[in-house]
């Protein structure tokens, strides 16, 4: 089977959101992820229109990709999958990317990281803290 298959750096515009799927209980999470790009213009350096990646992540990684604060700039490599859904306010059928995350972590090229080994949640842990 063919993949669209995509890697980037970017930083999170949100704090990640976990959820659990309803019949399985299968950790998700979901996030936004904006490339930003500069380019040279003479001198000066020209931010470029950022891109905005919308991805989603499965058990474990998707428990992991949730302790991530808002800003923290990340490495992404995964499948990029398309869907379509209608608008429920203009009824406008509509089409968008998300990228099925494989792998994630933390950009070092500003940062330094400690690792640590986690525990998973559990779905009523969760549903505690809510």
Known sequence: MLN?????????TDTPTLSFTTHTGTPVTEAVVLVNRRTKDGDQWVDAEPTR????????????????????????????????????????KRTGDTVIVEALGASLTFATVDITKNIPATRDEVRADV
């Open 53 to 92: 990646h919308r991805i989603k992540a499965f058990r474990r990684l998707a428990e992991n990709i949730s302790t991530l604060p808002k800003g923290a700039t990340v490495l992404v490599t995964g499948r990029i999958e398309t869907g379509t859904w209608t608008d429920p306010t203009t009824q406008t």
């Open 4 to 12: 669209s298959t995509i890697t980037f750096e970017g930083n999170l």
